[in-house]
């Protein structure tokens, strides 16, 4: 990736049914729920198994349990020293809450970004510096805040084709951690209306972090190879996951050192 992209999907977050609303998604998913467990619930061979794992909560992914679109947003931005700003929860939520959904700000179709209205070539001075100026802020913008968007969110498809990049403006004030305690997905490809549901349990005031590379770098990403993948954003990843294993790593070098001199 040349740009910094947070991507639903391409990195392994989860795509709601085609639906062009919210209220629409949940909708559909359930009717989707409710005729597969009616079907099974139909047939003689439903076992005790069965039934207790429709009554699970949904997976990580398959989410919209709590709350309509628009009416439950336990969220606000605040200062957060050493990262700019970040989102917050402002009530506790269970996991598996949609904190919120938006639409975007603007969207860049793939090989189609243009940035505001200028014509460069037909400028000069300090017209000209003034474009160059809001041509690299509008980039620095995009490139730390721009979300994959996806071809086909329907089945979610993990390799999707992306079909250009969204800055959504509630969205945009997430920061990272690679142990997220929250997921962004897509409710709909045509609105491109983006999610984002709580992975856990979160406590009134609880700072809210997505991964930017994905739901499951903590598990299946080295420190090394998550730093190398967060570089272009600019920030060294502190989170608990990178706090443990920067001491493991610490403990090693020590342990390593102890036996050389030995
Ligand atoms: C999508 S924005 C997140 C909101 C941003 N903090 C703001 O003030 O608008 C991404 C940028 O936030 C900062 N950031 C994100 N996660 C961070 C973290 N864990 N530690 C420090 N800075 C972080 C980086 O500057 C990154 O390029």
């Given at each position: 990736?040349?740009?910094?992209?947070?991507?639903?999907?391409?990195?392994?977050?989860?795509?709601?049914?085609?639906?062009?609303?919210?209220?629409?998604?949940?909708?559909?998913?359930?009717?989707?729920?409710?005729?597969?467990?009616?079907?099974?619930?139909?047939?003689?061979?439903?076992?005790?198994?069965?039934?207790?794992?429709?009554?699970?909560?949904?997976?990580?992914?398959?989410?919209?349990?709590?709350?309509?679109?628009?009416?439950?947003?336990?969220?606000?931005?605040?200062?957060?020293?050493?990262?700019?700003?970040?989102?917050?929860?402002?009530?506790?939520?269970?996991?598996?809450?949609?904190?919120?959904?938006?639409?975007?700000?603007?969207?860049?179709?793939?090989?189609?970004?243009?940035?505001?209205?200028?014509?460069?070539?037909?400028?000069?001075?300090?017209?000209?510096?003034?474009?160059?100026?809001?041509?690299?802020?509008?980039?620095?913008?995009?490139?730390?805040?721009?979300?994959?968007?996806?071809?086909?969110?329907?089945?979610?498809?993990?390799?999707?084709?992306?079909?250009?990049?969204?800055?959504?403006?509630?969205?945009?004030?997430?920061?990272?951690?690679?142990?997220?305690?929250?997921?962004?997905?897509?409710?709909?490809?045509?609105?491109?209306?983006?999610?984002?549901?709580?992975?856990?349990?979160?406590?009134?005031?609880?700072?809210?972090?997505?991964?930017?590379?994905?739901?499951?770098?903590?598990?299946?990403?080295?420190?090394?190879?998550?730093?190398?993948?967060?570089?272009?954003?600019?920030?060294?990843?502190?989170?608990?996951?990178?706090?443990?294993?920067?001491?493991?790593?610490a403990k090693e070098v020590e342990k390593a050192a102890?036996?050389?001199?030995?």
């Amino acid at each position: 990736m040349d740009t910094p992209s947070i991507q639903p999907g391409v990195d392994g977050a989860s795509h709601e049914a085609k639906t062009p609303t919210a209220s629409g998604a949940a909708t559909n998913f359930l009717a989707k729920k409710l005729s597969a467990g009616l079907s099974r619930s139909n047939s003689a061979s439903s076992t005790a198994s069965q039934r207790a794992r429709r009554q699970q909560p949904p997976r990580p992914g398959h989410v919209i349990r709590d709350g309509q679109i628009g009416s439950f947003n336990p969220v606000e931005e605040r200062d957060v020293p050493g990262a700019g700003r970040g989102l917050f929860a402002t009530a506790a939520v269970a996991r598996h809450t949609l904190l919120f959904a938006e639409e975007p700000l603007l969207f860049a179709p793939k090989g189609g970004a243009r940035i505001g209205n200028h014509k460069v070539k037909h400028l000069t001075g300090a017209a000209l510096d003034a474009a160059v100026a809001d041509a690299v802020l509008a980039l620095a913008v995009y490139g730390t805040n721009n979300v994959a968007t996806l071809a086909d969110d329907d089945g979610g498809d993990p390799d999707g084709e992306v079909t250009g990049g969204a800055v959504y403006p509630v969205f945009s004030r997430i920061n990272h951690a690679c142990d997220a305690n929250a997921a962004f997905f897509y409710l709909g490809v045509r609105s491109q209306r983006l999610g984002v549901r709580a992975l856990r349990d979160l406590a009134a005031g609880e700072q809210i972090f997505v991964s930017y590379i994905g739901e499951t770098a903590a598990q299946d990403m080295t420190l090394e190879e998550r730093r190398e993948s967060l570089n272009s954003w600019g920030f060294e990843c502190h989170c608990g996951a990178c706090v443990r294993d920067m001491a493991k790593k610490a403990k090693e070098v020590e342990k390593a050192a102890e036996q050389a001199g030995k």
